[in-house]
């Protein structure tokens, strides 16, 4: 079956800019995640979601991330007004409950 | 806090030797374990998962990991290198009270030579 997806694959924009990034998790995977992989921080927990609640964005970094899932599967992550330091690798996961979770290929947003 | 260290940033191995990529963690109360390995511009693959049960976790390519408790460590194993398992791999943990948000190492590379 289809894996975890996540659109665009690449994402130049200028400093200031807002921008969404996509995530379409493994049908029926109940629990999303959030990460973002940086050569200086390594990867980073962002935002849980169950179904469409998100009952942890302990790992969102300021005010300027947000994110929402619709539906119990589609999620959008949007950062406004986009700073150079948010340049990374942004990667969706997604599982059944405790399992394991299985990853995205990534959005990689550069920031200019 | 839970926290993962990977103490070695890349590991050289010959091919068809045995290959060690170690893994120490600290969480509180008794841990979910994973791996993971990531392949030049790809996301994260699943290798394998420690829940509970036999200390000793097979999971795809050949690789294993054991688990110890009173070491609190969870290496990764693989009896005979292939220059194909060259990538990029990550120890993860997660507590069982959290939710479900895994931590990650900073990630070791394996580098097999032929």
């Known amino acids: 079956g289809a894996g975890v997806s996540q659109s665009p694959s690449n994402k130049v924009t200028e400093k200031g800019k807002d921008v969404e990034l996509r995530c379409d998790p493994i049908?029926?995977?109940?629990?999303l995640y959030w990460y973002r992989q940086s050569l200086g921080q390594g990867l980073e927990f962002l935002i849980y979601?169950?179904?469409?609640?998100?009952?942890?964005k302990s790992g969102l970094p300021s005010d300027r991330f947000s994110a929402e899932r619709t539906g119990g599967s589609v999620s959008t992550l949007t950062i406004q007004r986009t700073q150079q330091e948010d340049s990374a690798v942004y990667l969706c996961?997604?599982?059944?409950?405790?399992?394991?979770?299985?990853f995205g290929p990534g959005t990689r947003l550069t920031v200019t | 806090a839970q926290s993962v260290a990977q103490p070695e940033d890349q590991v050289n191995v010959a091919e068809g030797n045995p290959l060690t990529v170690k893994c120490t963690y600290s969480?509180?109360?008794?841990?979910?374990l994973f791996w993971y390995v990531q392949y030049p511009n790809r996301g994260l693959q699943f290798l394998l998962k420690?829940?509970?049960?036999?200390?000793l976790v097979k999971g795809s390519y050949g690789f294993e990991a054991e688990f110890n408790k009173s070491q609190t460590s969870f290496h990764l194993k693989k009896p005979s290198a292939l220059v194909s398992d060259s990538a990029l791999y990550f120890c993860?943990?997660?507590?069982?009270?959290?939710?479900?948000?895994?931590?990650f190492g900073q990630g070791t590379t394996l580098q097999v030579k032929p």
């Open positions: 049908s029926g995977h109940t629990a």
């Open positions: 996961a997604s599982s059944l409950d405790e399992d394991e979770q299985y």
């Open positions: 979601f169950q179904g469409n609640s998100a009952p942890d």
């Open positions: 993860a943990v997660r507590g069982r009270s959290n939710t479900g948000k895994l931590i």
């Open positions: 969480v509180s109360g008794n841990p979910y």
């Open positions: 420690y829940i509970t049960g036999d200390n």
